[in-house]
């Protein structure tokens, strides 16, 4: 059991699961998301501590005596480069620099995101050792975060799991969501299992569950010992009946990134 587990992005969506169903895992758990952010009430195993990920020696005092971090903090989807480069780029680099200088070595969970790779075509079968091919600045933060990782780690032998989530949420809710849909249960397994094994490295896992349509594959990473369970397929007829597939030529049903591969860049 980890003593101390800290969970940034504490209110987002990915966040406020892992707020409820990680107590089994840590003794305390840090709460932190952005100041103004509606933390609610502190649970007697809870701390909450509101930081902004742009604040260096916040983020610094935040990672102090966690030995775990699930780094769920930062912009969720794409925006201008300034929104991005904040919490992305340098609060990703405020997070290492505060687990360089801990006096207690964390281990991490990267929120990483399938559009590091999204301009690979949805013909396209990946593993680990594909290239990253980002499809916005977003998907560009996220690849920026998994070098942070891989540099941290050689360098001073901090171990990350990079999770290249595709999309979390109860259940899918298109057509191309069933090939990258993990469940909540998938994830906090998958969560759970980068804690407990002896010698976690610094590997790339896709984040999806055992769906039958995957365009991922995850066999790097089996000393994982990680076992998804579930399968978007159990969606297909109720997705089919509730919306026509996206036509051939349309992004949705060519590249894995979907609809932000037809994004432009986004300016203030």
């Not at 969970?7 to 003794?27: F, S």
Request: aromatic share 8%.
């Amino acid at each position: 059991m980890l003593k101390k587990l800290l969970i940034t992005g504490a209110t987002g969506n990915l966040g406020a699961v892992c707020r409820e169903r990680l107590k089994p895992i840590a003794e305390t758990i840090r709460l932190s998301d952005r100041p103004g952010a509606d933390l609610g009430q502190a649970a007697p195993h809870e701390e909450l501590v509101p930081c902004d990920l742009g604040d260096k020696a916040a983020v610094e005092a935040l990672v102090e005596g966690c030995d775990g971090i699930v780094h769920m903090g930062g912009q969720s989807v794409e925006a201008n480069w300034d929104t991005v480069r904040n919490a992305n780029i340098d609060g990703v680099f405020h997070l290492y620099e505060g687990a360089r200088k801990s006096s207690v070595k964390p281990r991490i969970i990267f929120a990483s995101s399938n559009h590091a790779i999204g301009y690979y075509k949805q013909t396209q079968r990946l593993d680990a050792n594909s290239t990253p091919r980002p499809d916005g600045l977003y998907g560009v933060s996220k690849v920026f975060g998994e070098a942070m990782a891989s540099m941290y780690h050689d360098k001073y032998g901090i171990e990350t799991a990079s999770v290249r989530i595709g999309s979390c949420f109860p259940e899918p809710k298109n057509h191309r969501m069933l090939s990258t849909w993990m469940s909540f249960d998938d994830f906090m397994q998958l969560i759970e299992r980068v804690f407990m094994v002896p010698r976690l490295g610094c590997p790339i896992v896709y984040g999806a569950s055992a769906n039958g349509a995957s365009w991922w594959d995850n066999r790097e990473v089996a000393y994982l010992g990680w076992q998804p369970k579930d399968n978007a397929e159990q969606f297909r007829a109720k997705i089919d009946a509730e919306m026509d597939p996206p036509p051939a030529d349309d992004v949705n049903a060519l590249y894995q990134g979907g609809a932000f591969c037809g994004d432009g860049i986004h300016e203030d």
